[in-house]
């Protein structure tokens, strides 16, 4: 049986707050695909989503019982096989309109591009938390990880996949940043990129070729022009006003005016029917919960723990604001699911072991003053 | 633990700042919200509850089919479609049955098409009838106004200038399947749309088809257009040129008139398909308001298979039309030469079996030349018996037979020139010399398509040059040899010397201008052609059933004129007898209506 210190140690309003999350979440993706609900009410996403957030929590609690410090030995070992996988994908995948994604196993289609970011979470903490590696360390302490994260990075864009290739490139970079970048470091990188890559683009690339890969980068682009689902997207949340239309009562959902709107625009979704009161809610939660995690990585003692809680934190929150600012017209459109709110088995799982790693780090914080 | 490696390890600052990141764009995000939501908040919901935006298709027009000349084959003409909106429409049951009422049609195949979209959302337009006449149009039009949610629209259909005419070559088109689109052939086409399913409209499909435009509307609470935002119009498809010639094209099917066979004739000096004639043919009209399952099935049980492209999709025995192949094979070879001479008696006794000429009384001694011009039977038993099946097929294999000649239609059948090796992998026996004798006037196992007998005898027309067989002239846009399938293309350089060329298409002209030729009765000095008559056994090919005419297959190939080759033409009668009379006629008739338009082009 477990440890009762380990019980204790249990962070239980995460629970709490993510509970409150994925509720909204299920609440939107009811109204988003009503129309499926009312024509198959046993056979629709809102049901499939149910069974998703329920195999998440179960495997977010199996995975409680294995000390997260264990994974620092297994996880190049993780690291090797996801990078095969992502490898797979391009060779096998399943190919949807023009991107290979997902990968089938065992009657399971899943897509390692969601798995990949905590494997690349943990590597990272491994790395960061041996020995000899310090605070703001020497650059060729810096090769080691970022090369790590390039070579998956690159293989997520070539399926093509530009949401999940950012949302990687954004915790690695940010677990790397946390660590500590020496200003001389973070000026060159500057100062060599820009220079090699703006004469790139616009000397060596073709119009046309820019064009491709443009389209390539983004294949589900509207034929009306990249303006089109923005301009719906607004027109959705803007018109829930303070209070929201209601529960059900969204019209602008109604309309096609979105392919995906269970997916990446699910929270003009939730912006329609609840309004400015249910954004700033929902808004808050994530802020709450992206704050819960990092005080796991602040309270824990051992280094390896707190970079991953900290990578927790991190991709949450840049999933979050990335997909936040994509619907709210802010940021470019780029396909990324809203963590725990968007319809997805692959990226709810992947979450949700996400968070049971933070836990884990939580339960065990003080177990490593005895040794 | 030293005070300096105790900073070394921590994070403290990095919290802070990972935290005002947060922050800050937490804010910048309610900040946008509240802008969103509450400044303009009553512009959006003005937006969402009175303009609603819909985005429609605009389907593009397919590419012109033209003939050589410019001649339009197949065009298009707007259809008008009755389309319902479920979610403006107030009163379903009674608009569906007052629509019923005005198209004069069963109001249960109305309900039917709303009971098999149930699923589908109520915001789209549902297709109720498609391309409804005019009468239709006029009274719906004007009740137009009392009926919310019921709308015409515009889209362009196939129109055929002649329902029926090259419809093998042309194909029809038909929906996009849900098979087809996964399979990934079709990127960019969405469910509903028409694709060609044979012919030109197949293999030239992403030529054809265009590019699809998109309106984005506005519309009123009754699903009315109010304003017209964006449009990108679509792209119509690239305007194809065949290589047939209408006039020939033409003749050629009325000769087929009540004939099941085929009429293909070429170019002999590229490749250009002129004609490209399959009878019986059906109406590709028929495909543009959907098929019924009855049709379709009165289609497939139809004894003639007028579906079956029988110019490169069946194949058939080449009967005598092989033997100029199997000289040609045989002089090369060395198997024998001009002055060879075997006897014949009426018949070849052979491991204990005999093999009769098809005149009973024998040709006597004969030699190539001559054995060619009557088609002697026996001369070829000797010849072919002295080549061999494996290098007899290996000549006749570079004349393009036994295999695709790469025309760019679909659902081409190779045909089949046996080998020893090939009949030992398919039945597991060892080859027969019996059966050299049967395969050596084009009987046996030989099978070929009327395409490849007419590719064959161009290059024996030119002194072998193998063209590549092509449909498609040019393409609107298209730089000449952009589009491999369209262009000629030379295949092979065919390794006989031009002397047994030379006896060869002697021995064809006289199968015609020599009063002992097979084909004399179609001797004309003002269009002297050369070619040869085949009459191939049906017996054993599963269509020789009781009842039915169990008459040979009529074969003729010829080229004309003799001596400057303008056109090839192979021709087959399926149970039409004798090659000479049945085939032999028509062929004559397309090479006159070709070399006649050659000098004025055909007008519509």
Same mark, same amino acid.
């Given at each position: ?371 | ?244 010639? *209408?006039? %020939?094209? &033409?003749? =050629? !099917? ?6 099941? #066979? @085929? ?123 002295? *080549?061999? %099946?494996? &290098?007899? =097929? !290996? ?6 037979? #036994? @295999? ?201």
């Amino acid at each position: 049986m477990m440890d009762r210190r380990l019980i204790e140690n249990f962070d239980w309003s995460i629970i709490w707050v993510l509970s409150a999350i994925m509720c909204i979440g299920l609440l939107s993706i009811y109204s988003a695909v009503y129309t499926q609900i009312q024509a198959r009410p046993t056979s629709n996403l809102f049901v499939k989503q149910i069974v998703w957030l329920a195999i998440g929590l179960t495997l977010m609690c199996a995975s409680l019982f294995i000390n997260y410090q264990r994974l620092k030995a297994v996880s190049p070992w993780l690291y090797g096989m996801i990078v095969f996988l992502l490898a797979a994908v391009l060779a096998l995948g399943r190919d949807v309109h023009g991107s290979k994604r997902w990968l089938e196993i065992a009657g399971f289609q899943f897509q390692p591009s969601e798995f990949v970011k905590i494997i690349i979470i943990i590597q990272l903490a491994g790395y960061f938390s041996s020995q000899e590696v310090a605070n703001f360390p020497r650059i060729r302490k810096l090769i080691f990880p970022v090369m790590l994260t390039i070579v998956p990075v690159l293989l997520v864009l070539a399926e093509p996949d530009l949401g999940s290739a950012i949302a990687l490139a954004a915790v690695a970079g940010s677990m790397i940043l946390f660590v500590g970048v020496r200003w001389r470091y973070l000026a060159i990188v500057v100062l060599t990129i820009i220079p090699l890559a703006m004469p790139m683009w616009q000397r060596v690339l073709k119009p046309y070729q820019k064009q491709r890969v443009l389209i390539l980068l983004s294949p589900d682009r509207d034929p009306l022009g990249a303006g089109y689902h923005i301009r719906q997207s607004k027109i959705a949340i803007g018109s829930g006003m303070l209070w929201g239309k209601g529960f059900l009562k969204g019209t602008q959902n109604k309309l096609h005016f979105l392919p995906e709107k269970q997916t990446d625009f699910i929270f003009s979704v939730w912006a329609e029917e609840w309004g400015f009161v249910g954004c700033a809610v929902l808004i808050l939660l994530f802020g709450l919960l992206i704050f819960l995690v990092l005080r796991i990585a602040a309270r824990s003692r051992d280094r390896f723990g707190s970079l991953i809680a900290v990578g927790v934190g991190g991709l949450i929150m840049w999933q979050a604001l990335i997909n936040i600012g994509m619907v709210l017209g802010l940021l470019p459109v780029v396909g990324i699911p809203l963590p725990f709110v968007s319809y997805g088995g692959s990226s709810v799982i992947a979450l949700c072991l996400a968070v049971g790693l933070a836990e884990n780090v939580s339960m065990r914080r003080y177990v490593f003053q005895s040794h | 633990m030293s005070l300096e490696s105790a900073e070394a390890l921590s994070f403290k600052k990095q919290y802070i700042v990972f935290f005002a990141v947060m922050l800050l764009v937490m804010m910048i995000y309610l900040a946008r919200l509240w802008y969103l939501q509450v400044l303009c908040g009553q512009f959006y919901r003005y937006q969402s509850e009175n303009n609603r935006i819909r985005v429609e298709d605009v389907v593009a027009p397919r590419g012109i089919i033209y003939d050589r000349n410019g001649v339009p084959i197949v065009e298009n003409r707007p259809a008008y479609d009755l389309m319902i909106i479920r979610e403006d429409v107030k009163d379903l049951n009674g608009t569906i049955e007052e629509l019923a009422r005005l198209c004069e049609c069963n109001p249960s195949d109305l309900f039917a098409v709303l009971e098999a979209n149930k699923s589908t959302p109520k915001f789209i337009p549902l297709r109720l009838v498609s391309d409804i006449d005019r009468d239709c149009l006029a009274r719906v039009e004007s009740e137009l106004i009392r009926l919310p949610g019921v709308e015409i629209v515009i889209e362009p259909k196939r129109e055929y200038n002649w329902d029926g005419t090259a419809a093998h070559l042309i194909g029809y088109l038909s929906q996009i399947t849900e098979g087809e689109l996964k399979s990934g052939k079709y990127p960019g086409y969405y469910p509903g749309e028409d694709i060609g399913k044979v012919g030109v409209e197949y293999g030239f499909e992403k030529y054809l088809h265009g590019v699809r435009g998109h309106r984005q509307v506005e519309v009123d609470a009754v699903g009315r257009r109010t304003r017209l935002l964006e449009e990108q119009p679509p792209v119509a498809g690239h305007d194809v040129w065949l290589t047939i010639d *209408m006039d %020939v094209q &033409r003749t =050629a !099917e009325s000769l087929l008139e009540g004939k099941a #066979g @085929a009429i293909v004739a070429l170019d002999p000096n590229n490749g250009e398909v002129l004609a490209f004639a399959s009878s019986p043919t059906y109406n590709q009209e028929k495909f543009i308001k959907g098929l019924s399952e009855h049709d379709w099935h009165e289609m497939a049980k139809d004894p003639g298979h007028p579906m079956l492209n029988r110019v490169c999709g069946a194949a058939y025995p080449p009967g005598s039309t092989y033997k100029p192949l199997v000289a040609l094979g045989a002089l090369q070879s060395g198997a024998i030469n001009p002055s060879t001479t075997f006897l014949c008696p009426g018949y070849l006794s052979f491991a204990g079996r005999q093999y009769h000429c098809w005149r009973k009384g024998g040709h006597g001694t004969i030699s190539v030349e001559r054995a060619l011009m009557q088609s002697c039977d026996v001369f070829f038993y000797h010849t072919g018996l002295l *080549m061999g %099946v494996d &290098r007899l =097929a !290996e000549y006749v294999k570079m004349f393009g037979l #036994g @295999a695709k000649t790469g025309i760019g239609l679909p659902g081409e059948n190779p045909g089949l020139i046996p080998t020893s090796a090939w009949k030992r992998r398919a039945t597991g026996h060892p080859w027969e010399k019996g059966e050299t004798i049967s395969i050596s006037i084009g009987q046996g196992y030989d099978l070929v398509t009327p395409l490849q007998m007419a590719v064959a005898y161009g290059a024996i027309a030119n002194s072998g040059k193998l063209w590549r067989p092509f449909v498609v002239k040019r393409i609107e846009g298209m730089a000449k040899g952009e589009v491999q399938a369209a262009g000629p293309l030379l295949k092979l350089e065919i390794p006989v010397d031009p002397r047994w060329f030379a006896l060869v298409q002697k021995a064809l002209s006289e199968v015609v201008s020599d009063p002992r030729g097979t084909a004399h009765s179609l001797y004309d000095p003002a269009m002297p052609l050369a070619g040869k008559t085949g009459t191939a056994q049906v017996v054993g090919l599963g269509r020789g059933k009781a009842g039915v005419n169990n008459k040979d297959d009529a074969w003729f190939v010829a080229y004309a004129p003799a001596s400057d080759p303008k056109i090839c033409v192979a021709a087959i009668v399926e149970h039409g007898g004798h090659g000479g009379s049945a085939a032999g006629p028509l062929v004559k008739q397309v090479m006159a209506a070709y070399l006649k338009s050659r000098h004025e082009p055909a007008q519509k």
